[in-house]
């Protein structure tokens, strides 16, 4: 079982940054490859970033270049760094972590990103 919690959500002008961060709980962090997920109103929920468990990033190429994933398995939390924010950015934010073993998906609460002047 893991529990995430995700923070660092909030409302920034266009051209500026966030950082996200989502913290772990509740079994080996190490273990899991950690996702970022947005989902904005009436659309289907995208995966946006991919940190796996030996630290290879992927990105959406809608975010590439501009947000960057990164993970801290001594402090149990994954980060994503968003810079250059654009209006169409706006969306609920989701931590997801998978465990490539057990198949085993959990997801956080997610966190409000709203980017507008």
């Known amino acids: 079982q893991v529990q995430l919690v995700e923070s660092g959500g909030g409302l920034v002008q266009p051209g500026g940054s966030l950082r996200l961060s989502c913290a772990a709980s509740g079994s080996i962090f190490r273990a899991y490859d950690m996702r970022w997920y947005r989902q904005a109103p009436g659309k289907e929920r995208d995966l946006v970033a991919t940190?796996?468990?030996?630290?290879?990033?992927n990105y959406a190429d809608s975010v590439k270049g501009r947000f960057t994933a990164s993970r801290d398995n001594a402090e149990n939390t994954v980060y994503l760094q968003m810079n250059s924010l654009k209006p169409d950015d706006t969306a609920v934010y989701f931590c997801?972590?998978?465990?490539?073993?057990?198949?085993?998906?959990?997801w956080g609460q997610g966190t409000q990103v709203t980017v507008s002047s």
């Open positions: 997801n972590a998978y465990n490539p073993v057990t198949r085993f998906n959990y």
């Open positions: 940190i796996t468990r030996v630290g290879t990033t």
